[in-house]
């Protein structure tokens, strides 16, 4: 089975190791580890302030601190997202406070090399994947360190780039499809830009589980979708999907205000909107456990569109997808399967996550975007 629809290496790739300090063979180790030497120090790309045209800097930075539940990773590949685009430029920061410099990143494959003593799933040399949960993020690195419970074996299938590419992406629309949708066999669902990261993986979990998908690409992207399984492709640079589109279950939302207004319209009555660009609802702050006055910030935010949905019989839902190990196992069972592939666009080297980053923000990715890290 062919698992990349178009993957491209872009620039060589050197060695990442050359310069590690490392120190001699940590004595007393746990005898559930490999005999490893400790590293101190590891290359990575940090974010020293928020800035919309600032760039990551390459650093030393030191060795993840291992927890009790982690496991130390050892970075093969990790993908980017417009999510570290939106993080390093401060638009989360009153969600997400990191404590500058930090490393940026989201998506990572690799090798476990440690454990710590709490930790029952792993050993080292397991090839693992994961999304670090919010506030341990960092795969933009040669190590990361992360909680089991947010960690899957990588799916046997597939290579660390391709693994990469897959648990942010892969675990919005998990959440967003089959857990806050309950979307079944026989319904309707329309995924907006289908040829996009996440679009890519959820037009493939909708068709598992028995849906008729629509969605919106150019033309240059509309076989690739129809390759996916999407049932009816909207050409968005010549067509309004409102003006074609009717009687849905389902809409996963992924753009604008003015794109989320007009989705109420495909909806028939007890429709499911499902946003994962915005705007942020109380649900979210409780979830949160965020203070007042962003509750109450947020409730304003949201309230417009919470209203129009309630008074057209539908309903409105923000995601912000979380990480979690055991569903990603169960993504990994279904690209085991052959129920779902990675769709890549283009691949990096580390020296390179700068240029992988704007590339990504430009927005004319079709897939995920990836960086080799070793």
Known sequence: MRL?????????????????????????????????????TMKAFVVDKYNKKGILRLAEMPEPKLQDSDVLIEIHAAAVNLLDSKVKT??????????????LGHDVAGTVVRVGPKVRKFKPGDDVYSRPRDGRIGAFAEFIAIDEADVALKPKNLSMEEAASIPLVGLTAW????????????????????????????????????????????????ELVKGLGADVVVDYRK????????????????????TLEKSLDVLKPGGKLVSISGPPDPDFAREKGLNVVLRIVLRLLSRAIRSKARRRGVSFSFLFMWAQGDQLSKITSLIESGAIRPVIDRVFPFEATNEALAYVETGRAKGKVVIKVR
């Open 90 to 103: 401060g638009e989360f920061r009153l969600l997400l406070p990191y404590s500058r410099p930090f490393i």
């Open 4 to 40: 990349a629809t178009t993957t491209h290496l872009v620039g060589h790739h050197s060695a990442q190791m050359s310069n590690l300090a490392r120190a001699s063979h940590v004595h007393g180790a746990s005898s559930r580890n490999t005999s490893i030497s400790k590293v101190t």
């Open 175 to 222: 959440q967003a499809l089959f857990e806050r949708a309950n979307l079944r066999k026989g319904q309707k669902v329309f995924i907006q830009a289908g040829s996009g990261g996440v679009g890519t993986f959820a037009i493939q979990l909708a068709k598992h589980l028995g849906a008729s998908v629509a969605t919106t690409a150019s033309a240059a992207s509309a």
């Open 239 to 258: 067509d309004d999907f409102e003006k074609i589109l009717s009687g849905y279950d389902v809409v996963l939302n992924s753009q604008d205000a003015k």
